[in-house]
């Protein structure tokens, strides 16, 4: 068992590493928007799960999930090769809604700042 912080380190460097195979390595058409937004790593180091996202929300996201499985083998390998454990965890991945709930918020806390702004103009005493 590894400490929580070799375990973060660890999960940070797959992050980065599989971010950069995203764009070089993998010429899967289906993964070509696909983003990731977290990674973690167990502290037996047995599982990384990795949360994956996409320009284009959940449409995509059955899409995306298929390529990922497809290329997990080969993503796993490659991430051995680039970072040096004993044993590398088995990948498992995730669709990570966030960023679009993320993206709804943002419109909700807009549309009430608009209707604020609006009855703030209606209440103000140059309109009477």
Do not use: C
């Not at 790593?41 to 298929?66: C, K, N, P, T, W």
């Not at 997990?72 to 040096?84: M, T």
């Amino acid at each position: 068992m590894v400490s929580k912080n070799r375990a973060d380190r660890i999960a940070e460097r797959i992050h980065e590493e599989i971010s950069e195979m995203l764009i070089f390595d993998i010429n899967d058409p289906r993964l070509s928007d696909a983003s990731i937004t977290d990674v973690t790593v167990d502290r037996e180091l047995a599982f990384a799960d990795i949360y994956v996202s996409s320009i284009h929300g959940s449409e995509s996201a059955e899409a995306i999930m298929q390529g990922f499985q497809h290329a997990g083998g080969f993503l796993r390998s490659e991430l051995a090769r680039r970072v040096d454990l004993r044993t590398f965890p088995k990948l498992r991945f995730h669709w990570d809604p966030t960023p679009e709930h993320a993206e709804k918020i943002e419109k909700l806390i807009d549309s009430l700042d608009n209707q604020g702004q609006l009855t703030s103009q209606e209440d103000s005493p140059d309109n009477q």
